[in-house]
T-cell receptor
Framework: DGGITQSPKYLFRKEGQNVTLSCEQN?????MYWYRQDPGQGLRLIYYSQIVNDFQKGDIAEGYSVSREKKESFPLTVTSAQKNPTAFYLCASSTSGRVFLNEQFFGPGTRLTVL | GESVGLHLPTLSVQEGDNSIINCAYSNSASDYFIWYKQESGKGPQFIIDIRSNMDKRQGQRVTVLLNKTVKHLSLQIAATQPGDSAVYFCAENRAGATNKLIFGTGTLLAVQP
């Protein structure tokens, strides 16, 4: 099946630790995105990548880092500098970086809890 | 600041009735809008989209209406079914910001049997 996978589904982290969330897609999409979702709020863009070896900060990039070494993979690292990391994290991909008429397909999400 | 928001955080409807979910946007430069459905614990799924040069677009059991005069977007679901229970988000793409979507906060649709 083609699609986007995120792992793990649930992740627990101690304060002060870095943690990396996985996102893989086999849709041959060029563009990939990371969003954060908090209760009562809309999705907020953390980072996005329009092509391999290139990525840009979104609206809330502080405390996060990404890499795009392969087309199918876009891992997100939540660093200890992120002050409030507990949230639901969603990865998405699309054919190209242009939103218009390029549907973003979302993964199932990873729920991160900082203990 | 500029944002996409929803009028009703929770909407409860009877099975078989029609549902209307509303969304207001503040940026008149937005030229493309999408509705997403998100079931509990899952990622959002695309439902329907509409360009700013259109007022109405229909899909299977869903219709999106766009009123640019008052910057209002709505999603109509006909003959609502229990499987329609989910959170619905609207999202806007601002002209010129070709690779970013701005999401609303979401409306929870609860379908009563």
């Amino acid at each position: 099946d083609g699609g986007i996978t995120q792992s793990p589904k649930y992740l627990f982290r101690k304060e002060g630790q870095n943690v990396t969330l996985s996102c893989e897609q086999n849709l041959n999409h060029d563009a990939m995105y990371w969003y954060r979702q908090d209760p009562g709020q809309g999705l907020r863009l953390i980072y996005y990548s329009q092509i391999v070896n290139d990525f840009q900060k979104g609206d809330i990039a502080e405390g996060y880092s990404v890499s795009r070494e392969k087309k199918e993979s876009f891992p997100l690292t939540v660093t200890s500098a992120q002050k409030n990391p507990t949230a639901f994290y969603l990865c998405a991909s699309s054919t190209s970086g242009r939103v218009f008429l390029n549907e973003q397909f979302f993964g199932p999400g990873t729920r991160l809890t900082v203990l | 600041g500029e944002s996409v928001g929803l009028h009703l955080p929770t909407l409860s409807v009877q099975e078989g009735d029609n549902s209307i979910i509303n969304c207001a946007y503040s940026n008149s430069a937005s030229d493309y809008f999408i509705w997403y459905k998100q079931e509990s614990g899952k990622g959002p799924q695309f439902i329907i989209d509409i360009r700013s040069n259109m007022d109405k677009r229909q899909g299977q059991r869903v219709t999106v209406l766009l009123n640019k005069t008052v910057k209002h977007l709505s999603l109509q679901i006909a003959a609502t079914q229990p499987g329609d229970s989910a959170v619905y988000f609207c999202a806007e793409n601002r002209a010129g910001a070709t690779n970013k979507l701005i999401f609303g906060t979401g409306t929870l649709l609860a379908v009563q049997p």
